[in-house]
């Protein structure tokens, strides 16, 4: 078999597999067999490694294909290979499986009523679209995103749990018609998060924080709140920046592996971690592995997670610039660099905050 670098796949309903070449080995022998072509002893494994090799030439380990992706490659591979029976085998059997999938999806009759509620309230396309992008939240039961009506009825529940009965009834029926209507709109971070998100983390239901670096740990505090969903605006003006230490010379000494930790903390820790050791001389280097693939979902906050790419990119980013600056502070260009690195690596991770607001 071809060596492998893509580690898994993902499913049409969402759900990440484990990535098996056999799979593809089986369907292109299957294929052969129904017309009668080529070598089955030698050929499926043959034209499966070569499909491996395509797919890791054209994706990078980072990412994580979809069934889709690899059964278009496979489809490629039949028609450059020259095994045209196979291949046109292979795309007849997709579209009837596609047409069987198509048939099968049945939209419950609940779902199409909250459906057509939900689209009443928006007075054009383009409006409906940034809803379900940016506020609609991933139901996992039902494999599908909530309507508008849900998620003014998650809002509500959330106020309802905070406030209980300092509100009336027929208040709280109030402010969700107003919210349904657009007449009145609540914070728009906690549209998007109330119920486990803003429960796990209350940061997620804030706009807007500010922070003026001046001491080691605020670059990673900056990534917190970002990757929590506030945007962050801050400030490099030099009063501030010359509070952060001189960055000493690299004495060659190394520090134990960092793992880390699959979370904001984690992330926010390693940051901390190797900015310390920089500045101090020392060296660091980090373990990967326990951070989820690109494309995994992320249950609590929503959205999909960018895999260990950018945070690899953003420890890189941020050891060249200290290192480059040994025997001096940062400047504040240096430091304006290393915060719109952090906002890069959260806009890639999906969270809709970056830095938004910068003085010198």
């Not at 491996?52 to 294909?65: D, Q, V």
């Not at 001096?328 to 905050?353: F, M, P, Q, T």
Request: hydrophobic share 35%; proline share 3%.
């Amino acid at each position: 078999m071809a060596k492998l670098t893509l580690k898994s796949v993902r499913k049409r309903d969402g759900r990440m597999v484990a990535f098996d070449q056999k799979r593809i080995t089986k369907a292109i022998y299957r294929a052969m067999q129904h017309v009668g072509e080529g070598n089955l002893d030698k050929d499926p494994l043959r034209l499966s490694n070569r499909v491996i090799r395509e797919l890791t030439k054209r994706y990078p380990s980072s990412h994580i294909p979809t069934v889709e992706e690899i059964q278009d490659v496979v489809e490629e591979t039949l028609i450059i290979m020259d095994f045209p029976k196979t291949a046109k085998a292979y795309i007849l059997y997709r579209h009837e499986r596609a047409r069987i999938r198509d048939k099968q999806k049945l939209v419950p009759e609940r779902v199409k009523r909250l459906v057509q509620e939900s689209k009443k309230y928006f007075q054009n396309a383009l409006g409906e679209f940034i809803y379900y992008r940016t506020y609609s939240r991933w139901i996992e039961e039902e494999s599908r995103r909530e309507t508008w009506v849900e998620t003014v009825d998650r809002y509500l529940d959330f106020m309802r749990e905070n406030l209980g009965n300092k509100l009336k009834e027929t208040e709280y029926q109030e402010i969700r018609e107003s919210i349904l209507n657009f007449q009145a709109m609540a914070s728009m971070r906690l549209l998007w998060s109330p119920g486990k998100a803003a429960r796990t983390n209350n940061l997620s239901a804030y706009n807007c924080a500010y922070i003026a670096p001046d001491k080691l740990t605020d670059f990673a505090e900056i990534m917190y709140l970002l990757m929590s969903g506030t945007g962050v605006g801050f400030s490099v003006e030099n009063q501030n920046i010359q509070q952060l230490p001189i960055v000493e010379h690299q004495t060659g000494k190394f520090l134990p592996t960092h793992v880390i930790g699959d979370s904001k903390e984690g992330w926010g820790d390693a940051l901390t971690l190797g900015i310390k050791a920089w500045y101090e001389g020392e060296d660091v280097k980090f373990d990967y592995s326990k951070i989820r693939p690109a494309g995994a979902r992320l249950k609590t906050m929503g959205g999909r997670s960018s895999g260990p790419e950018p945070l690899h990119s953003l420890l890189d980013f941020v050891r060249k610039k200290i290192l480059n600056n040994q025997g001096r502070r940062l400047s504040s260009i240096d430091v304006h660099d290393i915060i719109c690195k952090i906002g890069e690596l959260v806009v890639n991770g999906g969270s809709e905050k970056k830095c938004a607001h910068l003085s010198f």
